[in-house]
């Protein structure tokens, strides 16, 4: 058929940059102590830029996994089959460090560098840094119990992906899941009904349903039971140390809103051989560290994703042209991108000073208490914030962001996870409250961090001055826990952005979010805000 037009005004395919090229980010890897890294941070980001991984992230999307419960012959074999490009992306992940390396590894920073390697790669496809977040996360619950850990540990933390269902010990490299909810209960844990029984050899046997486990894949799971001591934590391999497939049987795969690359399963467990870590009847105890952990990464997660669509929208309307001006210059949408690009960078900014007291908090108590309760407040309020960014970020693309092949729909569907994902919004906040109410030291070591900040900007005094006011009236705070734990939220993104962050940046971030001269969609920044060296910093380097 012959051309009728000539195509015009359409944005070239955003490929061959450095997804690491963010000025944030590398000030931050700088200054937490992890500067060291940025030679493969930058390698990661090169990768995640490329035509050709970029590919692998869409491929893997349009072809998600698939069940195979039996093989042709009737036999149970419980596996799940992957487009290929899944574990390209996975052996990535590995081989640069992303899951458990950082244990193992003795260089101040090792926390910060993984978080930033995390960020940069997760921006190209986030559904298989769900297996690599379990991993990074299961190793200090796995400490509980050290005869396991010696074990296991370093075949976790191994820079190998070694995907196939075969005895865990002979590997050269482990993948770990978690799996904790079951239908009657969800985030209520307490009221789960798988049981272990114990047997004569130490191990347990356990019996049940969990509704919800991610990357069923895995080589080995860390599980929640009622044992006879109460509410367990254990360790479950697909494959027993005999050879034979334990006794975890796939019951169908979760058709899900996003996160399509990556499998999560309906299990039940019948009969299954684990082994107890740490003591009976303190299960939740000991995988609150699992747990933790994994928090940590819905906020890398959930700041990764508002630099990508932040960094897409700014490619589009540079390359984008309306009523004879390009689309960056209209007024209007400068101030919709600079919006989209300061809680971008306030969520960036947060993330890796959470990474960084990862890294401190075993030598110094006052990041630990910092840590505790920040993460519970900023997990809240970053993944919070995801879903209306993606949504944004997707309408300055117009129409071309509705359709698939433009990658922003692929974010809108993603976007919810990480507030979903080890603790709704509720849970969130109330376990900010509850930090706040078992270790009194982790709001005074938040206030310490604020009060850094102090003298600083006016406007940051004076949220920082009414946060103190609703913490000193804890009547109805449960009640008012979302709106505690956003301000809260919102003068720590402040205080760092003041202290750490760009002039501009900080001085929006102010009059927006803290002093209430905004409204209620992005793209109502004040006046008076410079939007040209706000979006200079998120113009990729093609």
């Known amino acids: 058929m012959p051309a009728t037009h000539d195509v015009t005004n359409q944005v070239p395919q955003l490929t061959g940059h450095d997804v690491a090229d963010d000025p944030t980010l590398l000030a931050a890897l700088e200054r937490e102590g992890a500067d060291w890294a940025a030679d493969e941070v ?3 980001g090169t990768l995640a830029g490329s035509e050709r991984v970029q590919e692998w992230g869409r491929l893997t999307n349009e072809n998600p996994p698939v069940l195979r419960t039996h093989d042709r012959v009737g036999h149970r074999i419980d596996e799940v089959e992957f487009h290929p490009h899944w574990h390209d992306l996975m052996d990535v992940a590995v081989s640069h ?21 995390f960020y940069v790669w997760s921006q190209n496809e986030a559904g298989h840094t769900c297996p690599i977040s379990m991993t990074y996360s299961a190793v200090p619950t796995l400490r509980h119990s050290p005869q396991l850990a010696d074990v296991y540990e370093p075949l976790l933390a ?27 209960g969800g985030s209520d844990v307490r009221a789960n009904t798988t049981t272990a029984t114990p047997a004569t050899d130490g191990t347990y046997t356990l019996t049940g349903h969990k509704w919800f486990t991610s990357a069923p894949m895995s080589d080995v799971f860390l599980t929640l039971a009622q044992a006879p001591g109460g509410l367990s934590c254990f360790l479950l391999p697909r494959v027993l140390p005999d050879g034979s497939r334990n006794a975890i049987h796939l019951q169908r795969l979760k058709d899900k809103l996003g996160n399509k690359s990556n499998a999560s399963a309906e299990i039940e467990y019948d009969g299954a051989v684990g082994w107890l870590v740490g003591e009976e009847g303190r299960g939740v105890r000991t995988i609150i560290e699992m747990v933790s952990n994994t928090r940590l990464d819905c906020v890398i997660g ?14 589009h309307a540079r390359h984008r042209s309306t009523f004879g001006t390009r689309l960056a210059d209209h007024p ?46 900023t997990k809240y309020w970053v993944c919070k914030r995801a879903p209306a960014h993606a949504a944004e970020a997707l309408e300055c693309l117009g129409g071309n962001g509705y359709v698939e092949e433009s990658g922003m729909p ?12 080890e603790g709704s919004g509720n849970v969130a906040a109330l376990d900010t409250l509850r930090a706040m109410a078992k270790q009194p030291d982790s709001v005074e070591a938040l206030m310490a961090e604020l009060d850094a900040a102090s003298g600083v900007d006016g406007r940051l005094d004076e949220a920082i001055a009414g946060v103190r006011k609703e913490l000193a009236d804890l009547s109805d705070v449960e009640y008012r826990a979302r709106r505690l734990v956003e301000r809260l939220a919102l003068v720590l993104q402040g205080s760092l952005l003041v202290r750490h962050g760009d002039e501009a940046v900080a001085d929006a971030f102010c009059a927006s979010r803290l002093a209430g001269d905004w409204g209620a969609a992005f793209g109502t920044l004040p006046t008076g805000v410079d939007t040209t060296r706000i979006l200079s910093r998120i113009t990729p380097t093609e």
């Open 410 to 421: 692929r974010l809108f569907r993603e976007s919810p996870l990480s507030s979903i994902w």
């Open 42 to 44: 930058h390698e990661l």
């Open 302 to 315: 959930g700041a990764a994703g508002m630099r990508y669509g932040t960094v897409r929208a700014a490619h």
């Open 332 to 377: 209007a949408m400068a101030n919709v991108l600079a919006d989209l690009a300061v809680e971008s960078e306030a969520a960036t900014l947060v993330a890796m000073r959470l990474a960084g007291a990862s890294d401190r908090a075993a030598a110094d108590d006052g990041e630990a208490a910092f840590r505790r309760l920040a993460l519970a407040v």
């Open 158 to 184: 191994a820079r190998e992906y070694d995907y196939g269902l075969r005895v865990p010990t002979g590997k050269r490299g482990l993948i770990a899941g978690m799996s904790m909810t079951e239908k009657q």
């Open 97 to 117: 460090g992303l899951h458990a390396t950082p244990w193992r590894d003795s260089r101040s920073g090792a926390h910060v560098a993984r978080a930033a390697k």
